[in-house]
């Protein structure tokens, strides 16, 4: 099946700082999602993103179908931006079975 | 907005018991899914149905099985619970189609003792 890996594992930023996460699958998708899963386990739709660029606040992502990966930025991070960010990705149609990454556990100290 | 609910956000159950699991759905979506989330191992698919009762397996349905006997509601089944289903349950749901996004319920923490 399909892999896909997240960098990095873990993140400690201080407040104000801005970071990248990254999500690289190893075949093509036709869906990509980031999600933030909050400190009372809680995940949240931050973007569907299967190409392209959006942007939503001080959070913005990238997909690059061809080249297979996505890039997550967050500006100016704030402590609750604090969590573990998952890329998830989809191949296929109508049954939308996801393939998680394992997640990137961010950290953001006042 | 969409609303997935679960029944329980903390569940404790004795091994060998029957424990459902309920997924409640308000935006009349086709798809829905229960996952499991441990500890270094990232969230994993147990079953999936993409329409009222039909369900699949995903990729851990072992001591598991399901239930959809209407649109908005999907059941996750321990038959008999064992501590090594001590975990976060995650319920999710989605429209049909390739380009969807999927949206999560609050999630369960089931302790086995």
């Known amino acids: 099946g399909i892999q896909v890996e997240q960098s990095p594992p873990d993140l400690i930023l201080q407040e104000g700082a801005n970071s990248t996460l990254r999500c690289n699958f190893s075949?093509?998708?036709?869906?990509l999602q980031w999600f933030h899963q909050n400190p009372w386990g809680q995940l949240i739709n931050l973007f569907y993103?299967?190409?392209g660029t959006k942007q939503n606040g001080r959070l913005s992502a990238t997909t690059v179908a061809t080249e297979r990966y996505s890039l997550l930025y967050i500006s100016s991070s704030q402590t609750t931006d604090s969590g573990v960010y998952f890329c998830?990705?989809?191949?296929?149609?109508?049954?939308?079975?996801?393939?998680f990454g394992d997640g990137t556990t961010l950290t953001v100290k006042p | 907005d969409v609303k997935v609910t679960q029944s329980s956000r903390y569940l404790v159950k004795r091994t060998g018991e029957k424990v459902f699991l309920e997924c409640v759905q308000d935006?009349?979506?086709?798809?829905m899914f229960w996952y499991r989330q441990d500890p270094g191992l990232g969230l994993r698919l147990i079953y999936f149905?993409?329409?009222?009762?039909?369900?699949e397996k995903g990729d851990i349905p072992e001591g598991y099985s399901v239930s959809r006997e209407k649109k908005e509601r999907f059941s996750l089944i321990l038959e008999s619970a064992s501590t090594n289903q001590t975990s976060m349950y995650l319920c999710?749901?989605?429209?049909?189609?390739?380009?969807?996004?999927?949206?999560f319920g609050p999630g369960t923490r089931l302790l086995v003792l």
């Open positions: 935006m009349d979506h086709e798809n």
């Open positions: 993103i299967p190409s």
């Open positions: 075949d093509s998708v036709n869906n």
């Open positions: 999710a749901s989605k429209l049909a189609g390739g380009r969807e996004t999927q949206y």
């Open positions: 998830a990705v989809e191949r296929g149609t109508n049954a939308g079975k996801s393939t």
């Open positions: 149905s993409y329409d009222v009762k039909m369900k």
